[in-house]
């Protein structure tokens, strides 16, 4: 079993709608979560932190961490095309290797 | 601050070849790391660099891996008798030493291709 899971998708929406991309973890170390965001044969950029268990919000876009259920979720409202993209989930304990999730693939249609 | 900057950015060879690639991190970041990412997986954590120093080794890196990080700036990556399975994207990344909270500035990546 892998230390985090992600399904990969194709998730496919129409423009403006509310996505939720999701990833459970199995490892309890884990204390700082991330959502990066990788287009097409491109590097991946951070879109969220969360350090431990709360939401946080940055515009469109909405982190949170559940730790006592090991999931953690990324809401991204008035979805755009340009939101096209594979969305990674990452985590790490305190050290310093993050872990990924496979990344979901999202498409929003216009 | 240009960011991640990674050479080659696409790199075809035969097998049996050895490759090398080099990545330069944002100046200021005193860690850098290497992954490796295949199609439709995420990046899997290679090794890791405070300064000069290699401080962690996944096992994914075989002994036919090499990476460098002289003075503590640029890195490479060195992959030696390449095999097929070798094909992937490699991408680096660095962050800051103090305060990290983990946010980790990744390159385009290098992708290679192992015929």
């Known amino acids: 079993q892998k230390e985090v899971e992600q399904d990969p998708g194709p998730l496919s929406v129409p423009e403006g709608a509310i996505v939720s991309l999701n990833c459970t973890y199995s490892?309890?170390?884990?204390?700082?979560f991330m959502w990066y965001r990788q287009y097409s044969r491109k590097g991946p950029e951070l879109l969220m932190y969360t350090y431990s268990s709360g939401n946080k919000e940055d515009g469109r876009f909405t982190a949170q961490v559940d730790k006592s259920s090991k999931y953690i979720s990324l809401f991204i409202r008035d979805s755009q095309p340009s939101d096209s993209a594979t969305y990674l989930c990452?985590?790490?304990?305190?050290?310093?290797?993050?872990?990924f999730g496979a990344g979901t693939i999202l498409r929003v249609k216009s | 601050d240009t960011g991640v900057s990674q050479n080659p950015r696409h790199k075809i060879t035969k097998r049996g070849q050895n490759v090398t690639f080099r990545c330069d991190p944002i100046?200021?970041?005193?860690?850098l790391y290497w992954y490796r990412q295949t199609l439709g997986q995420g990046p899997e954590f290679l090794t890791y660099f405070q300064n000069e120093a290699q401080l962690e080794k996944s096992r994914l890196l075989s002994d036919r891996f090499s990476a460098e990080r002289p003075k503590g700036s640029f890195s490479t990556l060195e992959i030696q008798r390449t095999e097929q399975g070798d094909s992937a994207m490699y991408l680096c990344?660095?962050?800051?030493?103090?305060?990290?909270?983990?946010?980790?500035?990744f390159g385009e990546g290098s992708r290679l291709t192992v015929l």
């Open positions: 490892n309890s170390a884990f204390q700082y």
């Open positions: 990344a660095s962050s800051m030493g103090q305060g990290n909270t983990g946010e980790l500035f």
């Open positions: 100046s200021e970041h005193n860690r």
């Open positions: 990452a985590m790490r304990g305190y050290g310093n290797k993050l872990v």
